[in-house]
């Protein structure tokens, strides 16, 4: 098994970006990759993540075990690509694929590895999974300049947690909420942190409004406790 586990991050959606990747390989060493773009979006950096992992692990033997907090990337490359293909890389609604250039690459890269050589797992995004929140690390340092050193050595040696292939399933599932749970949870809040301020929106169009072109971060939340553990995984008090 080869372990690869992912992460993207913008500052501001378009804006600087950066990508993290650790590669554990069966033969017991790591490898930790990153880099960045001066104009991009989370998702192509999300992408971009998971295509330089597989290109490292290339020529290795084994199932790639690829791991991804971006339901968006998952969905595509598992379930929606399909279609584009078949489609001629255009949408239902017959519009260009968006990030096609990297939807073709990825899907290059994972049918390089045969039928079954490529397993899909959705990790939830600052959760305290050691090897997300370190890609999670390595793809803000790159977003933002600032250095950080990449590990390359023993598994062993490790320094950074865990690395033990998740057993998440592809994506969340989908689950009909209970009364309880629904009284629990209210209606979607939109978060927003500019300039290290924290602000709550009721709408995306007010969200976006703040940081649409702006060195922002922003998610959206459904309860108190994903609104804690974002701001946690932000680096902000809660």
Known sequence: MIAIFTDGACSGNPGPGGWGCVLATPDGRVRELGGGADATTNNRMEMTAVLEGLRAASGLAGVAVVHSDSTYVLSGITSWIGGWKRRGWTTAAG???KNEDLWRALDAAAAGRG??????????????HDANERCDAIAVAFSRRKHIDLYSGPLLSYPHGSLAPSEHAPLPEKKKPSAKSSSASGA?????????KVERHATWKECEARVKGRPAKFKKVRSAEEERATLKGWGLAT
Do not use: F
């Open 95 to 97: 519009e260009p694929v």
């Open 115 to 128: 039928a079954r050589g490529v397993e899909w797992r959705w990790v939830r995004g600052h959760d305290g």
């Open 188 to 196: 979607a809040t939109y978060l927003s942190v500019l300039d290290g």
